[in-house]
């Protein structure tokens, strides 16, 4: 991969950041690490993998994705010089609460790290996309299970990310690909071995 280009991996330090980090890695691409409250944690992983492959980078990224971000001011706060060719929108957020009794504001912040930005972050594929390179994708983690009880927000905000993928994915695939993964609980369960494997083993189908 040139070294000006990269995939952005949004919640990069979570349980299943850290599993896609690496799978990532393994197909020799360069990674914008994002984090939030994690800093220590995605420094700590970005040495790690600087260290595993030599030639390739890896960067970890500030952004507070539970804001209304602008498309500016998401490209500002990238590195100069960096042509982002995929993201993964990995970063969410839980709070418990039902359809009766849930805090606007709560609301407010799933909605912006699940769909708008998101979605935001897309367009800027859209806008680096080369016909010269095809690789150009999103793939977006939401869950299989998208009604979840006593976490409305995070349900019904996920929910809008996988309509948004059924519909975009027909568009045009052969150029941005598109993609919706809905990864079963991994954790904390009683094989949680087994269900990493079987996490990686499905995920690293949708990487070429």
């Known amino acids: 991969m040139p070294e000006d280009e990269f995939v952005l991996l949004t919640g990069s330090s979570s349980k299943l950041g850290i599993h896609i980090a690496e799978l990532l890695a ?3 691409y360069n990674i914008l690490l994002h984090y939030f409250k994690s800093k220590k944690e995605t420094i700590a992983l970005s040495k790690k993998l600087n260290n595993k492959f030599k030639k390739q ?3 970890p990224i500030y952004m507070d994705l539970s804001k209304i971000n602008s498309k500016t001011k998401l490209r500002n706060l990238m ?3 960096t042509n982002m060719i995929g993201v993964i929108n ?5 709070f418990k609460d039902t359809k009766n009794n849930f805090k606007f504001k709560n609301y407010q912040k799933n909605i912006n790290i699940h769909y708008r930005n998101p979605l935001t972050l897309i367009s800027i594929i859209f806008e680096n ?3 010269i390179n095809s690789n150009y994708f999103a793939i977006n983690i939401t869950d299989d299970n998208l009604d979840i009880d006593n976490y409305y927000s995070y349900s019904k905000t996920k929910s809008m990310l996988s309509k948004y993928c059924s519909e975009a994915s027909i568009v045009d695939p052969e150029s941005i690909r598109i993609i919706e993964f809905k990864p079963k609980k991994i954790l904390p369960a009683k094989d949680s071995l087994k269900n990493i494997t079987s996490f990686k083993q499905e995920f690293i189908k949708l990487l070429k």
């Open 90 to 94: 990995n970063a969410s957020l839980y």
């Open 79 to 81: 590195p100069n010089k």
């Open 26 to 28: 393994k197909k020799k």
């Open 57 to 59: 980078k890896f960067l």
């Open 129 to 131: 996309y080369k016909t």
